[in-house]
């Protein structure tokens, strides 16, 4: 949206240093120098988070004795909450403690909540005994299940600090006031995705085998070293990064412009009238123009008598906001009907975290006579399509394109959502189809475990990828890029609240349906150990078509406000000309 309204002064007069250490004067912060360090820790972070959420339908199910709609339900609901949790994150980062501190502290959160879970692997008395039938499962207690949800906390705690500062503050190492600082940023969304997803590539193939095949004890040690080692390359390259000092939460602001709005509900706007105070020095064009859309937001910034004191400032921020907050509110209303495009994209990439990987614990996944794939490695074929993509579209498409138009011609932002959107509906009607050939399967063999090959998943994981490589990179490039710069950290809180809605959907879905279908007798769709006995496939159906429904939404509505910020970006850059 924004692009042009970032702060055109120079970042270096702005920076503020980490805390107690003052950066090297011969060295030159941000810029790729400091993004090494940004993109180290993020890849080991990932690689700890990942590893547990790769395999946690599985650990799960094998080790906590759960149901499919038991072991659904507490896999969206912490990814709800691990996601939601970002907005508070973002709250603290802007208002109080800065990105740096933010992150930093989320990672030790992390690093606790992942020792906690290898205490419940690695001591037997904290879990259930093991299951020794299908029809013979003893649940876990309530005290085993409270040190169990009691780690995912803190790992859903140490996300919320994670997730909405790491983009925003690799962003904040660019100059994107200048072109160059702008196509650094550009190349390093997509780089940030492929950087860490090779790295998780290399190392959860090993770590998903060690938790299946080896021990589920030393499968999480593993991840826990990794964020120990994730702090320890983000403490290394404190001198090199520009840090911002917090500047109020703009979640302050949306409230205060709501409540000052509905105050004056009834009063007019005059154009002469409205709260702008001058900028502030460095301020000048980080400012946002005013636009029309959104316009009963203006009576927010309308000076009626008595709110201004003698130096022409707000005396009550809560009957008064100024044309800047208001602009920062309709910005992030801007972008609401394109986040909510990409809650239907997130629903289908959920489902093979959780469907996806119960369906391939119940299929043949033998290579040979000695060697068993472990069913968290299916979460890995998404992640080759996703670096494959990227690096095929960074190295080759664009490249090619520029040779034969004299233009870095990329796909368009509408262009790859919708994109994205065709692929989850594809990719839930190719797992439909897959899980009926499986079930029918199992069925005719008389087995629990069809010798269907595991390999028939291939397919949809791959969509799964895809799906992330085009709607998921949109997204967050299109809120980080064209919200202003005081709201980079609200806009990965806001991405990720689109995760957790889409892990609440879902999760609410499942609970429906499965309400639905065992009524009168009749064979559920969802639930039980067994999906022998459910027709999954029609579930996938039905989120094929809440994506069809999404297809339409978007390209008759949607997609309209993909554009809304760079048209009052490009006003306010001629403006700042003038």
């Known amino acids: 949206m924004e692009d042009a309204i970032l702060s055109a002064s120079s970042l270096e007069e702005r920076e503020q240093d980490p805390p107690a250490t003052a950066p090297a004067a011969a060295t030159k912060a941000g810029g790729w120098n400091a993004i090494k360090y940004i993109i180290g820790n993020e890849s080991f972070e990932k690689l700890a988070s990942m590893s547990l959420i790769a395999n946690i339908t599985v650990y799960l199910r094998s080790q906590y004795n759960m149901d499919g709609v038991l072991v659904v339900n507490v896999v969206n609901i912490w990814s709800g909450c691990s996601n939601i949790a970002s907005l508070a994150g973002a709250f603290i980062s802007d208002a109080y403690l800065g990105r740096f501190r933010t992150l930093f502290f989320g990672s030790l959160a992390s690093f606790l909540g992942m020792g906690t879970m290898t205490l419940t692997a690695g001591l037997s008395q904290l879990r259930p005994p093991e299951c020794t039938g299908q029809s013979m499962c003893v649940h876990p207690q309530k005290w085993q299940l409270g040190i169990l949800f009691g780690g995912l906390s803190l790992l859903a705690l140490g996300a919320g600090g994670i997730r909405p500062c790491n983009i925003a503050f690799g962003a904040d190492q660019f100059d994107t006031t200048t072109a160059k600082g702008r196509s650094q940023l550009e190349c390093f969304f ?330 009168g007798g009749h064979s559920p769709w969802l639930g039980g150990h067994d999906l022998n006995r459910n027709k999954l496939e029609n579930y996938y159906y039905i989120i094929a078509a809440v994506n069809a429904f999404n297809f339409v939404y978007f390209t008759l509505f949607a997609s309209r406000y993909v554009d809304l910020g760079r048209v009052q970006g490009a006003v306010q850059l001629a403006g700042s000309g003038s």
């Open 190 to 519: 997509n780089w940030w995705y492929f950087s860490f997803t090779v790295a998780l590539l290399i190392a959860l193939i090993g770590v998903v085998y060690i938790q299946t095949n080896v021990s589920w004890a030393i499968g999480f040690a593993i991840p826990t070293l990794c964020l120990l080692l994730s702090i320890s390359i983000f403490l290394l390259g404190r001198k090199a990064y520009i840090c911002k000092k917090p500047q109020g939460s703009v979640f302050t602001d949306v409230a205060k412009v709501l409540v000052a709005a509905t105050f004056k509900s009834r009063r007019n706007i005059p154009e002469n009238f409205l709260y702008d105070p001058p900028p502030e020095e460095g301020e000048e064009a980080g400012r946002l123009h005013r636009t029309e859309r959104f316009r009963f937001l203006d009576r927010a910034a309308v000076v009626m008598e008595g709110e201004l004191d003698g130096q022409g400032k707000a005396r009550n921020g809560w009957k008064l906001c100024c044309v800047q907050q208001v602009e920062r509110l309709k910005c992030l209303i801007g972008i609401v009907p394109v986040w909510v495009s990409g809650i239907g994209c997130f629903i289908t990439m959920d489902q093979q975290t959780t469907f996806g990987i119960l369906q391939a614990i119940q299929m043949d996944k033998s290579i040979g006579r000695h060697f068993s794939i472990p069913p968290g490695w299916m979460t890995l074929t998404s992640m080759v399509a996703l670096s494959i993509w990227i690096f095929v579209y960074e190295q080759v498409y664009i490249p090619h394109a520029h040779k034969i138009s004299g233009r870095a011609k990329r796909l368009t932002t509408k262009q790859r959502i919708r994109i994205g959107i065709l692929m989850s509906i594809l990719c839930m009607i190719v797992a439909g189809v897959v899980e009926k050939i499986r079930r029918n399967s199992a069925i005719k063999s008389r087995t629990f475990v069809a010798t269907t090959t595991v390999f028939l998943l291939l397919p949809q994981f791959v969509l799964s990828g895809m799906v992330e490589a085009f709607a998921a990179v949109a997204i967050m490039e299109l809120l980080t890029t064209q919200m202003p710069e005081s709201m980079r950290t609200v806009a990965g809180a806001v991405f990720f609240l689109s995760l957790s809605m889409a892990s609440y959907i879902g999760s609410l879905l499942v609970n429906v349906i499965h309400v639905a279908t065992t009524r």
